[in-house]
């Protein structure tokens, strides 16, 4: 009796309460949270769901940390990759890289994605809608193939970044620059795209400094897409003489839409635009 008198006391004797500790962020968590937040202040509805962002428009975002540097001038360099997907449109996702630079690794990083969510994801969601907001439409029809369907393609021109020296002095090109030009002076380049079904991201960056240095950057889904380099380059070659730096930079969508039956067939490669 008095063992199980002991025993039972010991059972009814209160344990110290065992210490548990929250597993650390990693820092694909941390990113994802910093891209919650940004899009947040930029006025998006976002959800977390399983481990990535929802937006109202349907939209997935998964985001990954890829780099850290410090600068020599004591600030940092950082590099992320979003992943954008959509059930419907675009289910395999379209990744784009985000390259910045901030006086902190969480400055550069927000800063890296308030660009991508002014310029890419505005024409991500431009591309879900009839009519675009920030968004310029180019649409083209493919005729049918003997091994396809005719089609039309949906080309989302988004919004452009455009920095340039003003200089009187140097006369304004024949056709001003306008969010339609990075893709149709480079439309040679992108046909077996626009001949395709598949639905693309595509990267535009194009620039020239006061020593008529040439530099171009052209991705689709991300990866490096030599052929719209060159269009690219040849482009900046007809563009006037300025004396200090200019760049020109966008994101386009490529996706196929259902036509338009009271719509006019067009030739291969000719196309109807509209704001």
């Not at 009796?1 to 548990?20: D, G, H, Q, Y």
């Not at 941390?30 to 947040?40: A, K, P, S, W």
Request: proline residues 7%; negative net charge; charged residues 25%.
């Amino acid at each position: 009796m008095p063992i199980l008198t002991a025993l039972s006391a010991l059972l009814r004797r209160k344990r110290p309460p065992v210490e548990t500790q929250a597993p650390a962020e990693t820092p694909d968590e941390r990113v994802l949270g910093l891209l919650g937040q940004t899009l947040i202040e930029e006025g998006f509805l976002v959800v977390k769901v399983d481990g990535r962002l929802r937006l109202a428009s349907g939209i997935e975002l998964q985001a990954e940390f890829l780099e850290c540097a410090e600068l020599s001038n004591g600030n940092v360099r950082t590099a992320t990759r979003i992943v954008a997907s959509h059930a419907q449109h675009f289910p395999k996702g379209l990744p784009e890289y985000q390259h910045s630079a901030g006086r902190s690794a969480e400055a550069s990083i927000v800063d890296g994605f308030r660009t991508w969510s002014r310029m890419d994801l505005a024409t991500l969601e431009d591309a879900l809608r009839a009519q675009p907001q920030d968004s310029t439409l180019m649409e083209i029809k493919v005729p049918a193939t003997q091994d396809g369907m005719a089609r039309t393609r949906r080309v989302v021109l988004g919004p452009t970044a455009h920095y340039v020296l003003k200089d009187e002095s140097v006369q304004d090109e024949e056709h001003p620059f306008c969010p339609c030009c990075l893709v149709t002076q480079s439309i040679e380049a992108f046909q077996p795209i626009l001949q395709s079904d598949e639905t693309v991201g595509i990267r535009l960056f194009a620039s020239i400094d006061a020593d008529g240095e040439i530099a171009a950057d052209c991705r689709i889904n991300g990866e490096d897409y030599p052929k719209g380099v060159e269009s690219l380059v040849e482009y900046v070659r007809k563009w006037p003489r300025k004396p200090g730096l200019e760049y020109r930079k966008q994101y386009v969508v490529v996706r196929s839409v259902d036509a338009d039956p009271s719509s006019p067939p067009l030739v291969a490669g000719e196309a109807s635009v509209g704001a």
